[in-house]
């Protein structure tokens, strides 16, 4: 089973410890709103209870109105303030009526409280009537009363006569006066008394039903006050239970709340420890892992030092035994022979000049495995790098009947600034591939120029043939490393199988861009595309064929060729012979130095891997005592560490192997710096020309 990788364990724990949070949250929040809505609840008034309380304090005071009515007798504001207080209790019924209540088991007792209230109102209004029915008694004493005074009384009769007098007649307003004459009347004392007598039992018999109905109506307003204040109690009693079923919930609901906090907490904890654990666990592996990536990385630096250093040990050894056959077959093609002869030297020539081109592809493989491949950047003509690309292959087109043409569609430059040398190896690889596997037909180069927004010049070549083609799953892998073209008949061509690895990789490390198009059978277009920057045409560095015309100074000469390998120091004899130098010979470190301090010398030509003392070391040695003898070194390497201690070392030169003899006539010549007219004459004339120039171009090329 596949271990879940750290990323989404982590990732998972998140989610999980984000939805523990959201969820324990919306609980919390959840039972934190019922707890303070329980307690906004219960801290709210209950507006039913108060105005119950309001009823209850109207009826009674209904109740102190209808009893100060008794003891008063005012019967004109009695009635008045008893509708008022009336009205007032209705009004309260009323409200109460349309509160809601807090339960249901709550409706029945405020249905009570309003039934008892209005019989509590018509009870005192029923008592207010039985006191006012009393008053029909005393119109009827009143009567006998107003009889037996009558008895008593005299009627009287007034007469008016006119006033007498001097100043009455004068100041007086009345002019006559009133004469009153008294007479008794007699009533039936009988009469009376039976009004009386029936008075007094009709009176006493309201009383004795008055007092039964008030008594009545009494007992009734105690029961009905009873069965009130009862209802009240359990409304009251109804609310306590509810608060403090409320209390309760909110206890339980604070009690849950604490619970599902400390479930939250405890899974939180767990979870930010299961966390931690696999965090300590990852880093931990990681560490270990870590320490394994750096033992690998030292072994595969170690080994791929070690690679290199091997690469440029077997080159080393490779290009001694090559450089002696590279040019001792040099050296003998240019005498006279049989034709059989000569034809075997010319094998065993191509043959030394395909070994090197093997060898030259492997290290430049090398150098680009290790990043160590160096670009130029030099002002170069690109017309005249691609003459001298095509008066290269031309021959080798020729020899196989194709036709090689060259075709450029807008004006080329006059400069460009970049490697030049890294072009024509591209260009020689391409064609040299393109002649190899055509058999008839052409191979056209077709050169365009386009101006990019970067200021810089793309360069863009393609190359068509009308070869064998190549397949589409072929197209996939040709520009990998060691591979091979193999062709319908599976014939395999050979060669190293780096020639178009290497090209893609120098394509690439210029910022450029290579594809292919192909159909089986009918040819293959090459596209490269590499930008470069506009160069000065008056920075070009001319060059002018070389004649090896070996001046005459060249015989007062003096060299000492230092190298343990015998193979070189024959070459180098053999050409100093033909040149007419005089020269010296030594096999390790420790001989040249002795030669040179004994001699004086005008050249010292140092190997630098030799027994002893090395190149490097030697040189030293030398020029501590003599800092003013010229030394080039002779090295099959070319790694720019190597190159840069001969200098430092204060060695003038390097001459890389193998080498040509114009190779080495050129570097004399620079190091020796003659002041002759004769070695003016070679100075100025010191780079290759083009037909040797050509054969050492083709050392990038290969001839696979």
Not at 545 to 568: R, Y
Request: charge should be negative.
């Amino acid at each position: 089973m596949a271990k879940i990788r750290i990323e989404i364990q982590i990732t998972l724990l998140a989610l999980i410890i984000a939805g523990a949070v959201i969820a324990s949250g919306y609980l919390v929040y959840k039972s934190l709103s019922e707890i303070v809505g329980s307690v906004h609840q219960a801290a709210l008034p209950d507006n039913r209870l108060l105005v119950i309380k309001d009823v209850e304090a109207g009826l009674a005071e209904v109740e102190n109105n209808v009893r100060l009515y008794i003891l008063s007798n005012d019967a004109q504001t009695t009635n008045k303030q008893f509708m008022v207080l009336k009205n007032s209790v209705y009004s309260n019924l009323r409200k109460l009526n349309s509160l809601n209540p807090l339960g249901i088991q709550d409706r029945p007792l405020v249905d009570s409280v309003i039934t008892i209230a209005h019989e509590k109102l018509e009870n005192w209004n029923d008592i207010l009537q039985l006191y006012e029915s009393t008053k029909g008694a005393q119109p009827a004493f009143n009567e006998i009363y107003s009889k037996l005074a009558e008895k008593q009384k005299i009627d009287t009769i007034e007469t008016e006569r006119p006033k007498k007098g001097f100043f009455r007649s004068i100041f007086g307003t009345d002019k006559t006066e009133i004469d009153t004459t008294y007479i008794q009347r007699d009533l039936e004392t009988d009469e009376i008394r039976k009004e009386i007598e029936r008075l007094e039992s009709e009176f006493q018999l309201q009383g004795q039903q008055f007092n039964i109905l008030e008594s009545q109506y009494i007992e009734r307003n105690l029961r009905l006050s009873e069965i009130l204040n009862s209802i009240v109690v359990r409304i009251e009693n109804n609310l306590s239970e509810k608060l403090v079923e409320k209390t309760l919930e909110a206890d339980q609901l604070a009690a849950e709340t604490y619970k599902r906090l400390a479930a939250f907490s405890i899974t939180a904890v767990v979870l930010l420890l299961l966390v931690l654990f696999l965090l300590y666990s990852y880093l931990r592996k990681s560490r270990r892992y870590e320490r394994m990536l750096k033992s690998a990385k030292a072994e595969a630096e170690t080994f791929a030092k070690a690679k290199e250093q091997f690469a440029a040990n077997v080159s080393h050894e490779i290009r001694t035994p090559i450089n002696a056959i590279y040019g001792l077959s040099e050296q003998i093609l240019q005498k006279e022979m049989t034709k059989s002869t000569r034809e075997q030297m010319i094998v065993l020539s191509k043959s030394a000049l395909h070994l090197k081109n093997i060898v030259n592809d492997t290290l430049d493989f090398s150098k680009i495995q290790a990043n160590k491949l160096k670009f130029d950047s030099i002002h170069f003509s690109p017309s005249e790098t691609f003459d001298e690309i095509i008066a290269i292959q031309r021959s080798e087109a020729r020899a196989k009947g194709l036709e090689l043409k060259y075709e450029v569609k807008n004006i080329m430059p006059d400069a460009l600034l970049g490697d030049p040398l890294r072009l024509k190896q591209i260009l020689l690889n391409l064609i040299s591939n393109s002649i190899k596997f055509t058999e008839s037909g052409y191979i056209l180069l077709k050169i365009d120029t386009v101006k990019k927004t970067s200021g810089k010049l793309l360069l863009k070549m393609m190359l068509e043939d009308t070869g064998i083609g190549i397949s589409e799953d072929d197209q996939k892998i040709i520009f990998d490393e060691f591979v091979q073209a193999e062709n319908s008949s599976k014939k395999i061509y050979k060669g190293s199988g780096l020639g178009l690895s290497i090209v893609k990789k120098l394509v690439e490390l210029q910022e450029g861009i290579i594809s292919v198009e192909s159909i089986i059978g009918q040819g293959t277009k090459l596209f490269v595309d590499i930008p470069y920057k506009v160069g000065d045409p008056g920075k070009i560095k001319g060059h002018e064929p070389l004649n090896l015309n070996i001046p005459e100074s060249f015989k007062n000469l003096s060299v000492l060729v230092a190298d343990d390998e015998e193979f070189n120091r024959f070459l180098l004899k053999g050409i100093f012979e033909k040149w007419g130098v005089r020269y010296c010979e030594v096999d390790n470190g420790n001989a040249v130095v002795s030669s040179a301090l004994e001699r004086d010398f005008d050249l010292v030509l140092m190997d630098l891997n030799m027994p002893g003392k090395n190149g490097v070391d030697a040189t030293k040695a030398i020029l501590e005592k003599k800092a003013w003898m010229k030394i080039v070194a002779i090295t099959a390497s070319n790694d720019k560490t190597d190159l840069e201690s001969c200098i430092e070392a204060g060695m003038l030169d390097v001459l890389i192997k193998p080498f040509s003899e114009a190779s080495l006539f050129e570097k004399i010549v620079e190091s020796l710096n003659n002041e002759s007219e004769d070695n003016q004459s070679a100075k100025g004339k010191i780079l290759d020309t083009i037909d040797i120039n050509l054969e050492e171009l083709k050392r990038l090329t290969n001839n696979d």
